[in-house]
């Protein structure tokens, strides 16, 4: 070939193959022929689906050298398009040009595989580098199926051998190089197919030993991995298929989807990743939903971002819109969706949000009325809520009464009895503030003492416990003007600010609650000193960025 202009080649035309059945039980992408031209290098005809019939008609046609002989091969492939690796062999011929036509390979599982070409001699220009479009490396694609059947070998043994996955990675991606960023133009016209394969390789062993050993690392990094290989495969291809398998993409979603709540930055960004593996119409994207807003609103716990509020609205929106009526997960999607709304009801002071999350809340009441002591607590404080805009007392009646009923499904030793305790002296204590029944604050008071008790280091909720105990000290301060009252509500809300980032929405009402300490002590001993103080929280309330101006006003 160097030094002429131009030389004498064969043009082949596979017409179709029958029989084309693969001695493993193995399950192909595809099937191809392909063409010896010396030790290193082969040419190799583009691929064709395997039908049902076992039966493929290619039209595709290839450009080879002119040889006195000619070695043939039918190989089945692992993935479509410039598969990486050599494939597995179906059978081989060596011939002479005259005998290609209808091709009759060696016995494969009872069966001869054919093949039917079209020859013709043709002459071609040396310079078009189109000739070598379809010429592969022998040694990369060797290394490449010794990889593949490596893994392979791990799964058929069911054993879990870390060396045999290291060895399996090694062999699969030397020769590479580092992996390259893609745009799936690139993908099956360049050398990126055994950088996807590698990868491929890899994702398939992270799932295998999380199936093993349930390791948390190894079922992020496979989310990750397929996050960035999905995009990059067409439909039909092995590495797409790969993903429909036992442990393929939805093993992963899962698996992710049962990790613990992480409201970290990475965290919330792994959520957002199974939410993307989850398209429009995929069954796992409403759990993907709920786990992503539940990390969002973790995060608007720990550091007050309006941002993360209304993404969680959004999400918690969508997943109630994919659970229409009659749909048996409706009361989950709805008491999530109703918990978010009155949170952001307590932040930006909405009252269409409050009424339509106790809606939400009686209606996923009514759809589940058994082991529900979350639901009548989330209810009761959304009563409880709507009484301070409204007063009207059957909302705080009723309230009373449901986290009454939830607190006798929760006895001492059960781990959200805290919580409940916590929430019903909130309840007693706003009642007593409207009609003053002393025995309404006193058990108020004994409850949050209670919930302080069984509260665990670091809870979110700690400091909310704080400032509710706060505030009904005040108001026995109040009706019976005993100083350690007041001195221990405004030690309380001096812990709750110290336990708050500077932008957590709930430092407003810290400040609130501090002002209601002074001024209440102010209005007994008459020291200017408590009113100043008063004076100065209601300030730093009115100024505060994340809640609502009409309330700040």
């Given at each position: 070939?160097?030094?002429?202009?131009?030389?004498?080649?064969?043009?082949?035309e596979v017409i179709n193959g029958k029989n084309l059945r693969v001695p493993s039980w193995r399950i192909p992408a595809g099937i191809y022929v392909s063409i010896n031209v010396d030790l290193r290098r082969r040419?190799?005809?583009?691929?064709?689906?395997?039908?049902?019939?076992?039966?493929?008609?290619?039209?595709?046609?290839?450009?080879?050298?002119?040889?006195?002989?000619?070695?043939?091969?039918?190989?089945?492939s692992y993935e479509l398009g410039r598969i990486p690796g050599g494939g597995e062999l179906i059978g081989?011929?060596?011939?002479?040009?005259?005998?290609?036509?209808?091709?009759?390979?060696?016995?494969?599982?009872?069966?001869?595989?054919?093949?039917?070409?079209?020859?013709?001699?043709?002459?071609?220009?040396?310079?078009?580098?189109?000739?070598?479009?379809?010429?592969?490396?022998?040694?990369?694609?060797?290394?490449?199926?010794?990889?593949?059947?490596?893994?392979?070998?791990?799964?058929?043994?069911?054993?879990?051998s870390p060396e045999c996955f290291c060895r399996a990675f090694s062999l699969s991606s030397t020769s590479h190089g580092p992996a390259l960023?893609?745009?799936?133009?690139?993908?099956?016209?360049?050398?990126?197919?055994?950088?996807?394969?590698?990868?491929?390789?890899?994702?398939?062993?992270?799932?295998?030993?999380?199936?093993?050993?349930?390791?948390?690392?190894?079922?992020?990094?496979?989310?990750?991995?397929?996050?960035?290989?999905l995009p990059l495969c067409p439909k039909g291809t092995y590495l797409r298929s790969i993903a429909a398998g036992r442990n393929g993409v939805n093993y992963v979603i899962n698996g992710c989807n049962n990790l613990p709540k992480d409201a970290s930055d990475e965290g919330i960004h792994l959520r957002s990743v199974v939410l993307e593996l989850c398209p429009l119409g995929h069954q796992l994207r409403p759990r993907a939903l709920i786990e992503l807003a539940h990390a969002v609103a973790a995060r608007l716990d720990q550091h007050g971002s309006i941002d993360d509020l209304d993404m969680s609205i959004r999400l918690g929106h969508e997943a109630v819109s994919l659970h229409p009526e009659g749909h048996a997960s409706r009361d989950f999607y709805l008491n999530n969706f109703a918990c978010t709304l009155a949170s952001r009801f307590?932040?930006?002071?909405?009252?269409?949000?409050?009424?339509?999350?106790?809606?939400?809340?009686?209606?996923?009441?009514?759809?589940?009325?058994?082991?529900?002591?979350?639901?009548?607590?989330?209810?009761?404080?959304?009563?409880?809520?709507?009484?301070?805009?409204?007063?009207?007392?059957?909302?705080?009646?009723?309230?009373?009464?449901?986290?009454?009923?939830?607190?006798?499904?929760?006895?001492?030793?059960?781990?959200h009895r805290d919580i409940t305790l916590n929430n019903l002296a909130l309840a007693l204590e706003i009642r007593y503030n409207k009609l003053y029944v002393s025995e309404d604050l006193n058990e108020a008071i004994d409850r949050c003492h209670e919930s302080l008790r069984l509260k665990r280091l670091g809870d979110p909720?700690?400091?909310?416990?704080?400032?509710?105990?706060?505030?009904?000290?005040?108001?026995?301060?109040?009706?019976?003007?005993?100083?350690?009252?007041?001195?221990?509500?405004?030690?309380?809300?001096?812990?709750?600010?110290?336990?708050?980032?500077?932008?957590?929405?709930?430092?407003?009402?810290?400040?609130?609650?501090?002002?209601?300490?002074?001024?209440?002590?102010?209005?007994?001993?008459?020291?200017?000193?408590d009113l100043a103080l008063a004076i100065e929280n209601f300030r730093l309330a009115s100024g505060y960025p994340t809640k609502g101006f009409p309330n700040r006003i």
């Open positions: 070939m160097p030094g002429s202009s131009e030389s004498q080649y064969i043009r082949l040419w190799k005809l583009a691929i064709s689906v395997l039908s049902s019939h076992e039966s493929v008609a290619w039209g595709n046609i290839v450009i080879t050298f002119f040889l006195p002989v000619i070695s043939m091969e039918i190989r089945a081989e011929l060596q011939m002479s040009w005259d005998e290609l036509f209808d091709l009759s390979f060696p016995l494969v599982r009872g069966v001869h595989p054919s093949i039917t070409l079209k020859v013709a001699v043709v002459h071609y220009d040396d310079q078009d580098s189109a000739l070598f479009d379809s010429l592969v490396d022998f040694e990369i694609a060797r290394e490449i199926d010794v990889g593949h059947a490596q893994f392979a070998s791990c799964d058929e043994q069911d054993s879990l960023k893609a745009t799936p133009e690139m993908i099956f016209k360049t050398s990126m197919p055994p950088l996807l394969f590698r990868d491929a390789l890899a994702l398939r062993a992270l799932t295998w030993r999380h199936y093993k050993k349930s390791t948390a690392a190894d079922i992020r990094e496979a989310a990750q991995l397929y996050h960035e290989l307590r932040h930006q002071g909405k009252p269409s949000d409050l009424d339509e999350a106790i809606s939400l809340h009686e209606k996923a009441l009514r759809l589940r009325p058994v082991e529900h002591e979350s639901r009548l607590i989330n209810l009761g404080l959304a009563l409880v809520a709507r009484f301070n805009t409204r007063n009207d007392f059957d909302d705080i009646n009723r309230a009373i009464s449901l986290l009454g009923e939830a607190l006798t499904s929760h006895p001492p030793e059960h781990p909720e700690h400091h909310r416990t704080l400032l509710d105990l706060s505030s009904a000290l005040c108001s026995r301060f109040t009706q019976t003007q005993k100083n350690e009252d007041v001195w221990e509500a405004i030690t309380l809300c001096q812990e709750s600010l110290a336990a708050l980032s500077s932008l957590h929405p709930d430092r407003y009402f810290t400040y609130m609650r501090l002002q209601k300490a002074y001024l209440s002590r102010y209005r007994i001993i008459h020291d200017p000193a």
